[in-house]
């Protein structure tokens, strides 16, 4: 919008504003329109597994439309007690494309133990029903009360199996209790030879009990690999973090000092996990394929071929998928055979691999290009791949569908028998009525015979970026000089004044961005320090802001106010949450108000 007002008078970017404005109420029926071509729902739990104690949050995603003709109807939620977290609705232009959407969450809290399939949803949209996918989720005893107490803060590691098998994925899970202010964490994971952990996703967040007593969990879960045989011992985990305690007295009350006597502010702590036994059995000679090549895990192949009816000449793509969850970087390239009916051209083979909660997923998809050459009915050859699945302990060889590639006559064929037909009679001295040609005067322009006689001069200037520095480079340069000018005009003590300001209105806009974290709005409070002040903070902790605050003459209680906010956005920060906060700005904004009053 700069540029804006020194290319058009006063007034004009108004205008524009007014008339995108209107443009983008008109078009936005449109674009709903097209979004709700395509709806899908998907369903998703925070955890798969919990206590009876737990409240698990979930969240149900539709796509392809903003609104319902009702709310969706869970199935599997029978032993649950279920509380409504709200709706939402989104829209989102990427690339060009509108993808709309609505999302309603849901806080679930199990009423029993056992094993339970969570799904589908279903959802009603125009008259249409969609469903979602299900989910499962273990729910197991919580912990009794006990006579022993771990303390505020302890870790706990474990892995879904102690006996596999070489190469199989198992989940590796660390678990961080805590039910004080927590900061500065920092993960070292066991360094073992042929043991490899891959995290996945971000950490999760929830409430749980252990010996009866309410914590904050922090959850983090790793793949895990052992791509060698024998008895091994899993090496503790190693966490560092900082506690944070305003002083020696708990608000916690007795039982913290007891179990952390001389806790002071920011004091740095080292958890471990302890030791895990693991036995990792070889991949069984008996029953081994001939072309195993190594993939452990569980996985499933298909293929089309389209399409499956064409003429001489024109092309056909088989396509094969081969998707599971194990090893996927070892999925091999299938080799299609040569055909006698058709001459095939292969494609770069693509992996894509997603992280779930319940580990790495993997699908490689292959591609061939079938030309056939002759007419008749031809079955494409069949391709095999082998794996060793760790749940039935056995191996297993997947087998594409058979596809049959109907080819009818082309014009291709009809265009190949007149040429033949054409040598043949000159080959044999046929009698032809062509006769020769000759040139009877030249025309008055002359004649240009090379595309070369034909190219513009300077004809690089009107393309390509030449074009676009010929046409823009000017206004750029008159800009720059224009700013450099004024910039030139400014003393560092006047441009250090315009700055601090302008401090408090650049943090307004800053934090009334569409998309914003906690760690945007700790760093927008930096900068506005930084500006307000003249000052040039690397990194703001609660503490330092405090501090700050107070040496610029703001109010004791303000100062502590800011810290408390401060310190809670780092939490936040820590333990991975997505922003969810909606007073988190106005809090902010209205110490900052205080503070521009205070600031000497």
């Known amino acids: 919008m700069r540029i804006a007002k020194i290319l ?8 524009i504003k007014a008339i995108a404005g209107i443009l983008c109420i008109l078009l936005l029926p449109m674009f709903t329109v097209w979004a709700a071509d395509d709806v899908t729902v998907t369903l998703r739990l925070d955890r798969v597994e919990a206590t009876l104690s737990d409240t698990l949050r979930m969240e149900i995603h539709v796509s392809g439309s903003r609104k319902s003709d009702a709310p969706p109807f869970l199935h599997g939620l029978e032993s649950f007690l279920v509380t409504n977290g709200g709706t939402s609705s989104r829209m989102e232009f990427i690339n060009g494309k509108v993808n709309s959407g609505i999302d309603y969450t849901y806080f679930i809290q199990p009423r029993k133990t056992g094993e339970f399939k969570i799904g589908p949803v279903k959802v009603n949209v125009d008259g249409k029903i969609y469903e979602s996918g299900s989910q499962s989720l273990v729910v197991r005893t919580a912990s009794q009360p006990g006579s022993s107490d771990r303390g505020p803060v302890f870790i706990q590691a474990s892995i879904s199996s102690q006996d596999i098998f070489v190469d199989e994925q198992v989940l590796y899970t660390l678990k961080l209790y805590y039910r004080v202010n927590i900061g500065n964490l920092s993960l070292g994971l066991p360094e073992m030879e042929y043991v490899s952990f891959h995290q996945l996703g971000r950490p999760l967040e929830y409430q749980s009990t252990d010996e009866g007593r309410t914590y ?26 900082t506690v944070r305690q305003a002083g020696s007295r708990s608000r916690l009350g007795n039982s913290f000092n007891d179990s952390f006597s001389g806790f002071s502010s920011n004091r740095p702590l080292t958890l471990t996990t302890d030791p895990i036994n693991l036995h990792v059995n070889p991949l069984p000679k008996e029953g081994r394929p001939a072309d195993f090549t190594g993939l452990v895990g569980t996985f499933q192949v298909a293929s089309t071929l389209e399409p499956s009816s064409l003429k001489a000449g024109e092309s056909a793509t088989l396509t094969i998928q081969v998707k599971g969850r194990g090893t996927v970087n070892r999925i091999p390239d299938l080799d299609l055979p040569e055909m006698d009916f058709a001459r095939t051209y292969s ?22 290009a079938l030309v056939p050459e002759n007419t008749g009915e031809y079955k494409v050859p069949l391709l095999s791949l ?27 064929e009809e265009s190949v028998a007149r040429l033949n037909s054409l040598s043949d009679k000159n080959n044999t001295g046929g009698r032809t009525n062509n006769k020769e040609i000759q040139q009877l005067g030249e025309d008055i322009l002359p004649i240009h015979t090379d595309a070369v006689d034909l190219s513009v001069p300077f004809r690089f200037l009107s ?44 943090l307004k806009k800053r934090c009334q961005k569409d998309q914003i974290s906690y760690e945007d709005l700790i760093n927008a409070f930096k ?37 408390s906010l401060v310190q809670r956005f780092e939490t936040a920060v820590y333990a991975g949450n997505h922003f969810n906060d909606s007073d988190a700005v106005g809090e902010l904004l209205g110490l900052a108000r205080v503070i521009e009053k205070g600031i000497s």
């Open 463 to 506: 393309m390509g970026w030449v074009l676009w520095f010929v046409l823009v480079g000017p206004l750029f340069i008159y800009l720059m000089l224009l700013g450099a000018l004024r910039v030139q005009r400014l003393s560092p003590e006047r441009l250090a004044q315009s700055i601090s300001k302008k401090a408090f209105s650049t």
């Open 8 to 15: 058009f008078p006063e007034g004009t970017g108004k205008m």
């Open 347 to 368: 494609d770069q083979p693509v992996l894509e691999t997603e992280q779930s909660r319940q580990g790495i997923r993997g699908t490689k998809t292959m591609k061939w």
């Open 386 to 412: 082998s794996f060793f699945n760790p749940e039935t302990k056995k191996y297993h060889v997947l087998v594409t569908p058979t596809h049959y590639l109907s080819v009818l006559p082309g014009k291709s």
């Open 527 to 563: 900068d506005y320090l930084n500006d307000r002040c003249s000052l040039s903070i690397g990194t703001l902790t609660a503490d330092d802001a405090e501090k700050i605050l107070r040496d610029q003459g703001v109010d004791a209680e303000t100062a502590k106010n800011m810290r």
């Open 216 to 241: 904050q969990v922090l959850e983090i879960r790793h793949a895990m690999m052992v791509s060698k045989q024998g008895d091994f011992i899993i090496t503790p985990s190693r966490l560092k973090l």
